[in-house]
C-alpha cells in the first residue's frame, strides 16, 4: 500500500533522528474541567487526575518541551433550559467558544495542543479552535461512540454525542441554530474524518454515516483486519488527495471497561490496551499530529481507586504514545554511558 510504504519511511526517519537530528517535539497543555455535554458529575476533575499521574513529568523525560497552560474557567450559567430537546446548550456553546480561543492561541505560540477533558462536547471547541488556526485538518476519532447525532436525532440531548455534526460542512443545514453558538461555523469535511473503535452507534448515526460516505472502522473490523491494518488503511486513506495535519480526538471509553472502568458511558468489547496505544503510536510516527483531545476520564465512576488509577495510568500511557514514547523503550538522544 502506498500510505503504508510511505510510513515505513517516515518512521525510518523519525526513529534516525531519534539518534542523530532529533527535533524536539513541543507540547502545549490546556485542561477544560467541564461536565454539561453530559449528565454525570466528575468528568469536570479529569484534566487535574492526569496531571496528578506524571503527565509533565513523563513528557519531559521524552524530551518534550512542555508548558501547562492551566486549566480553563468557565461561565456558569444558571437558566439553561432544553432547546430543540438539547440539554445545557448555553453553557456547552459558551465553554467551547472560550476552549477554542485558548487553542487558538497555543497553536500560534507553536506548541503541539493536548486538550484534557472534561465531557467530549469540548471536541466542537478544540477542533474549531485548531482549524482556526493552522487551516483544514484531517480528525481522526477514536471512541465507543460515533457522537454525530444532531440536536434533531438525539434520544438524550446530550451535546457530549453532537460535536461532530456541528463540525461538519454536510451536516449544517440539519443542525437549528442555538443560543452560544452562532460563533461557531463548520470547519471539517467527512472526507477528512475517519474514526476507529465503534461499537455503540445510534440508528440515526448509523444513517447520517453511510449517507455521507465516512470512513469507519467499527471495533467488529479491528477485529477483522488487526489494528495495524487498521492505521494502514487510515493513513491510506487520508492522505489520498493531501496530508494535513491530524486532530486525534480520543474519548477514554474506546478502551474496553475493563481497563477503563472509571468513565461515563463504557461499552463491553473495546480495545485492547495494546491495540489503544498502537493508534497514538502509528499516529505519531507520521510526524502529522498537531492536536490531540483526551476525554471522558470521569473518576467518580470508578468503583474503587484501582478503577480509577487504571484509568487515568491508560489515558497518560495514551497520551506518551502521541509524544514518542516506544514499548520497546526509549532514550534521550544525548544520553551517554558513564565512565568508570
Given at each position: ?186 470547519c471539517v469535511s467527512s472526507r477528512d474524518l475517519v474514526y476507529i473503535g465503534l461499537r455503540d452507534v445510534d440508528p440515526a448515526e448509523h444513517y447520517i454515516l453511510k449517507l455521507l460516505g465516512v470512513k469507519v472502522f467499527s471495533i467488529s ?120
Amino acid at each position: 500500500m502506498k500510505g503504508a510504504r510511505i510510513l515505513q519511511q517516515l518512521a525510518l526517519t523519525v526513529k534516525r533522528s531519534l539518534h542523530i537530528h532529533p527535533l524536539q517535539r513541543s507540547v502545549g497543555i490546556i485542561g477544560a474541567p467541564f461536565s454539561k455535554g453530559q449528565s454525570s458529575g466528575g468528568v469536570e476533575s479529569g484534566p487535574d487526575r492526569i496531571r496528578a499521574a506524571g503527565l509533565l513529568d513523563r513528557l519531559h523525560q521524552l524530551g518534550c518541551v512542555v508548558k501547562d497552560y492551566g486549566n480553563l474557567t468557565f461561565e456558569d450559567i444558571v437558566l439553561d433550559e432544553p432547546v430543540w430537546g438539547s440539554k445545557s446548550v448555553r453553557a456547552v456553546g459558551s465553554a467551547n467558544q472560550r476552549l477554542s480561543e485558548a487553542v487558538q492561541a497555543l497553536k500560534k505560540d507553536g506548541h503541539t495542543a493536548v486538550m484534557l477533558g472534561g465531557d467530549h462536547s469540548l471536541a466542537i471547541g478544540s477542533i474549531h479552535g485548531h482549524a482556526a488556526a493552522v487551516g483544514p485538518l484531517s480528525v481522526v476519532w477514536v471512541d465507543a461512540h460515533a457522537d454525530i447525532n444532531t440536536p434533531l436525532t438525539s434520544s438524550t440531548g446530550n451535546l457530549h454525542g453532537q460535536p461532530v455534526s456541528h463540525l461538519l460542512y454536510e451536516l449544517q443545514s440539519k443542525v437549528p441554530a442555538l443560543p452560544n453558538f452562532s460563533w461557531l461555523k463548520p470547519c471539517v469535511s467527512s472526507r477528512d474524518l475517519v474514526y476507529i473503535g465503534l461499537r455503540d452507534v445510534d440508528p440515526a448515526e448509523h444513517y447520517i454515516l453511510k449517507l455521507l460516505g465516512v470512513k469507519v472502522f467499527s471495533i467488529s473490523q479491528v477485529d477483522q483486519l488487526g489494528v495495524a491494518r487498521v492505521m494502514e488503511e487510515t493513513c491510506d486513506y487520508l492522505w489520498d488527495r493531501v496530508k494535513k495535519p491530524i486532530h486525534l480526538s480520543y474519548d477514554i471509553d474506546a478502551i474496553d471497561p475493563s481497563i477503563t472502568p472509571a468513565t461515563g458511558t463504557p461499552v463491553v468489547g473495546g480495545l485492547t490496551y495494546r491495540e489503544g496505544l498502537y493508534i497514538t503510536e502509528h499516529l505519531c510516527q507520521t510526524g502529522l499530529i498537531s492536536a490531540v483531545d483526551l476525554v471522558e476520564v470521569n473518576p467518580l465512576r470508578g468503583r474503587t481507586e484501582d478503577d480509577v488509577h487504571s484509568t487515568v495510568s491508560m489515558a497518560v500511557d495514551l497520551l506518551l504514545g502521541c509524544f514518542g514514547r516506544l514499548r520497546e523503550g526509549n532514550h534521550l538522544p544525548d544520553y551517554s554511558l558513564p565512565e568508570p
